[in-house]
């Protein structure tokens, strides 16, 4: 695999920052709840966390121009280490708002270091194939994480700083290369209105994924202690739902290539609401773990979904910018939910976090339902090829991503989801 030779140290040092990460994003909620911050400042500091990261998917780019890769991702991984360790040794909140804001941007800027550099190295005929390795490290990466928060107590500095250490080394592989890192990068460029325009399930489904998947992440942890006060069977509930997702992202995009993706997107909202539903009432008992695999495996797939259905109706030369669009939407939902999620657990408890899900997934459901009532573009042997996409990514994943290449899926006619009538509306529109 001489694709992969390329860029190895790359993934050693992306595998590394990834342990780092996934502890942290776990670490920090469970660090909260023990110093008292309530569920609505831990909601609070997630939004500011989703926050950096859409700040970081646009100036970071411009960054990277200036010093480079090697050095842009030396900073970037010295601002997360310093900002991990920083929130280990204080405790009020303020500190932490602003402590979340910058590991928001550093990581955000991480991935644009690491995806753009793999796209550099990336053929039209090894795209595909350098895409699935690093999703699998990904998500491999941030399962390990969680169970190696276990090292110590999350009231204890033990597991804060093992994170810092595999952050640290990081740098290492990337800092050693022989390999000369890629000069041009792309500016982020984003379009809510043109995303609408080609697919309000796409729109729709970008949102949902980003409440729910940011929520998860930011007060799943702390839904699990209060479940279970033991800090293992809170790592085995974070890990049990990223494993669910992981096994079953493929089979679900390759069930959406032969159906009309927007009833696969029904589909997983209606699964999710009950599999919420049974995450809440299952709490304490035995199913516990198994209704969380199938939480994770009904909500995790619903971005690369929704992706992969705003592809179907883009031409080529607009992937970069629908998918922009799609992943800044899904990081807008992660900011606003949890602030409200937090909100309804200190007022209703643990079990409205789970509870709120499944009435979130209800409502959607009848949105994509509605939808479907509209014409399409594209029919289903149109449709594009799924490819896995983590949530947590950088507008440089989709100059990486194949669908980048393939030709123009769009036809001819009319439809809220057709790209030639929603451009001749606009010109219509717009002042000539």
Same mark, same amino acid.
């Not at 909601?43 to 890769?69: D, K, M, N, Q, T």
């Not at 810092?164 to 022989?178: C, D, E, H, N, Y």
């Not at 409200?340 to 789970?354: P, R, V």
């Given at each position: 695999?001489?694709?992969?030779?390329?860029?190895?140290?790359?993934?050693?040092?992306?595998?590394?920052?990834?342990?780092?990460?996934?502890?942290?994003?776990?670490?920090?909620?469970?660090?909260?709840?023990?110093?008292?911050?309530?569920?609505?400042?831990?909601?609070?500091?997630?939004?500011?966390?989703?926050?950096?990261?859409?700040?970081?998917?646009? $100036?970071?780019?411009? $960054?990277?121009?200036?010093?480079?890769? $090697?050095?842009?991702?030396?900073?970037?991984?010295?601002?997360?280490?310093?900002?991990?360790?920083?929130?280990?040794?204080? %405790?009020?909140?303020?500190?932490?708002?602003?402590?979340?804001?910058?590991?928001?941007?550093?990581?955000?800027?991480?991935?644009?270091?690491?995806?753009?550099?793999?796209?550099?190295?990336?053929?039209?005929?090894?795209?595909?194939?350098?895409?699935?390795?690093?999703?699998?490290?990904?998500?491999?990466?941030?399962?390990?994480?969680?169970?190696?928060?276990?090292?110590? @107590?999350?009231?204890?500095?033990? @597991?804060?700083?093992?994170?810092?250490?595999?952050?640290?080394?990081?740098?290492?592989?990337?800092?050693?290369?022989?390999?000369?890192?890629?000069?041009?990068?792309?500016?982020?460029?984003?379009?809510?209105?043109?995303?609408?325009?080609?697919?309000?399930?796409?729109?729709?489904?970008?949102?949902?994924?980003?409440?729910?998947?940011?929520?998860?992440?930011?007060?799943?942890?702390?839904?699990?202690?209060?479940? %279970?006060?033991?800090?293992?069977?809170?790592?085995?509930?974070?890990?049990?739902?990223?494993?669910? *997702?992981?096994?079953?992202?493929?089979?679900?995009?390759?069930?959406?290539?032969?159906?009309?993706?927007?009833?696969?997107? /029904?589909?997983?909202?209606?699964?999710?609401?009950?599999?919420?539903?049974?995450?809440?009432?299952?709490?304490?008992?035995?199913?516990?773990?198994?209704?969380?695999?199938?939480?994770?495996?009904?909500?995790?797939?619903?971005?690369?979904?929704?992706?992969?259905?705003?592809?179907?109706?883009?031409?080529?030369?607009?992937?970069?910018?629908?998918?922009?669009?799609?992943?800044?939407?899904?990081?807008? *939902?992660?900011?606003?939910?949890?602030?409200?999620?937090?909100?309804?657990?200190?007022?209703?408890?643990?079990?409205?976090?789970?509870?709120?899900?499944? /009435? /979130?997934?209800?409502?959607?459901?009848?949105?994509?339902?509605?939808?479907?009532?509209?014409?399409?573009? /594209?029919?289903?042997?149109?449709?594009?090829?799924?490819?896995?996409?983590?949530?947590?990514?950088?507008?440089?994943?989709?100059?990486?991503?194949?669908?980048?290449?393939?030709? %123009?899926?769009?036809?001819?006619?009319?439809?809220?989801?057709?790209?030639?009538?929603? %451009?001749?509306?606009?010109?219509?529109?717009?002042?000539?």
């Amino acid at each position: 695999m001489p694709a992969l030779r390329a860029v190895v140290s790359l993934l050693f040092s992306t595998a590394l920052l990834l342990l780092g990460h996934g502890m942290q994003l776990t670490l920090l909620p469970l660090r909260a709840d023990a110093i008292g911050m309530g569920e609505v400042l831990i909601g609070l500091s997630a939004s500011c966390y989703f926050a950096g990261f859409v700040v970081g998917c646009i $100036i970071v780019p411009r $960054i990277i121009a200036r010093v480079g890769h $090697i050095r842009c991702f030396a900073a970037l991984a010295a601002i997360m280490i310093v900002a991990v360790l920083a929130l280990e040794l204080l %405790d009020h909140w303020a500190f932490w708002l602003v402590l979340r804001l910058a590991t928001g941007i550093a990581i955000s800027g991480l991935y644009s270091v690491i995806e753009s550099w793999l796209n550099s190295q990336a053929s039209r005929q090894n795209r595909g194939q350098i895409l699935a390795v690093y999703t699998f490290i990904t998500l491999i990466s941030m399962a390990a994480g969680q169970l190696l928060i276990n090292i110590g @107590p999350a009231s204890a500095p033990e @597991p804060f700083i093992l994170a810092a250490l595999f952050m640290a080394l990081a740098i290492v592989p990337i800092g050693l290369t022989r390999r000369i890192a890629p000069t041009a990068v792309a500016t982020t460029r984003a379009s809510f209105r043109k995303l609408y325009r080609r697919s309000h399930s796409a729109f729709a489904g970008a949102v949902l994924s980003g409440a729910v998947t940011g929520s998860f992440w930011s007060l799943g942890a702390v839904f699990a202690r209060q479940a %279970d006060a033991s800090q293992l069977a809170v790592t085995a509930f974070m890990t049990s739902a990223i494993i669910g *997702g992981a096994l079953f992202q493929y089979p679900i995009g390759l069930l959406s290539d032969r159906r009309d993706r927007r009833q696969i997107l /029904v589909l997983l909202a209606l699964a999710n609401s009950v599999a919420s539903i049974a995450v809440a009432l299952s709490a304490g008992h035995a199913a516990f773990l198994f209704t969380v695999v199938l939480f994770g495996a009904t909500i995790m797939p619903m971005y690369a979904v929704s992706l992969a259905t705003a592809a179907d109706v883009s031409s080529s030369e607009e992937f970069v910018e629908i998918g922009t669009s799609v992943l800044l939407l899904n990081g807008c *939902g992660a900011i606003l939910a949890p602030i409200i999620l937090g909100q309804c657990m200190a007022i209703w408890g643990a079990n409205s976090l789970f509870w709120g899900f499944a /009435v /979130v997934c209800l409502v959607f459901a009848g949105l994509f339902l509605k939808f479907m009532r509209e014409p399409r573009a /594209v029919s289903t042997g149109e449709q594009t090829h799924f490819a896995a996409a983590a949530s947590e990514a950088a507008p440089a994943s989709f100059e990486l991503d194949p669908r980048g290449e393939a030709e %123009d899926t769009a036809a001819a006619g009319g439809g809220a989801e057709n790209p030639v009538a929603a %451009d001749r509306a606009e010109a219509e529109q717009s002042p000539q």
